[in-house]
C-alpha cells in the first residue's frame, strides 16, 4: 500500500479501561494534533476521529475548524496536518469513508501493545495491496468488539525490554516510520 492509501482511525469507543471494560474515552487534544502531524507527514490519506458522543464529536471539529481559519495565519503547519482530520462516529463509518474516498473498501489492521497469533509484521501490511485503515485505541487499548471488526492485526512496535506502554501518540508514530518512512538498509 502507498502512503496515499493509508489512513489512521483513533478510536474512543469500544475500548477498554484498566479493569478491562468497554467504555468511551475522552479526546485528547494532544493525540489530535500529534497524530495528525504524523498523517502529514508522511502523506497519508487521512486521520479519521472515531467517538460516539455527539459532543465530543463537535469538540474535534471545533478543534480542527480553529486551526483551518483563525489558527491558520499563526501557524500554516498545524493547518496543513489538521487538513488531514475528519471525523465520524463509528468504525464502520470510518471504514466506509476511506471506501469512498479510496475508491475501494480498506482492509483494517488493528494496533496493540499485547502480541496476538498471527499478527502481521510491518513488512507485510506494507505490502498489501489498496486502501488500509490502521486502527489504533484509546484507554487501555480496543475492545474485542473493534478488534472482531478488523481484518488482521499489526505485530507490537516492540522495544525488548519487559516495559511496552506507549503513548498511542508514539506508537502511531513509530508504525508510520517503519510502514512508510525513509528505508535506509
Ligand atoms: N491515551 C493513552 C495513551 O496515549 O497513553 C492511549 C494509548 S493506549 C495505551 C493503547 C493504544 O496505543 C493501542 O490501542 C494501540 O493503538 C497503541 N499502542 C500502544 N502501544 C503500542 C505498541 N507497542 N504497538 C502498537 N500499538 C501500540
Not at 106 to 118: E, F, W
Not at 132 to 160: H, N, Q, S
Request: one cysteine or more; a neutral charge.
Amino acid at each position: 500500500m502507498t502512503p496515499g492509501e493509508t489512513y489512521v482511525a483513533l478510536v474512543h469507543h469500544p475500548v477498554l479501561d484498566r479493569n478491562g471494560r468497554v467504555v468511551s474515552t475522552a479526546l485528547t487534544n494532544l493525540d489530535l494534533h500529534d497524530i495528525a502531524r504524523a498523517t502529514r507527514t508522511y502523506g497519508l490519506g487521512g486521520f479519521l476521529i472515531v467517538h460516539c458522543v455527539e459532543a465530543q464529536r463537535q469538540l474535534a471539529r471545533r478543534i480542527a475548524d480553529h486551526w483551518l481559519t483563525l489558527g491558520a495565519e499563526l501557524n500554516d503547519f498545524r493547518r496543513q496536518a489538521i487538513a488531514t482530520l475528519r471525523v465520524v462516529s463509528t468504525l464502520a463509518d470510518a471504514k466506509a469513508l476511506v471506501a469512498e474516498a479510496a475508491g475501494a473498501t480498506p482492509r483494517l489492521i488493528a494496533t496493540a501493545a499485547r502480541p496476538s497469533p498471527g499478527a502481521l509484521g510491518f513488512g507485510a501490511v506494507r505490502a498489501l495491496p489498496g486502501p488500509t485503515l490502521l486502527v489504533l485505541g484509546t484507554g487501555w487499548g480496543l475492545a474485542d468488539e473493534a478488534l472482531a471488526a478488523c481484518d488482521a492485526r499489526l505485530r507490537p512496535v516492540a522495544g525488548g525490554t519487559d516495559y511496552n506502554h506507549l503513548s498511542v501518540r508514539s506508537a502511531c508514530a513509530i508504525i508510520l516510520d517503519r510502514l512508510h518512512g525513509d528505508r535506509e538498509d
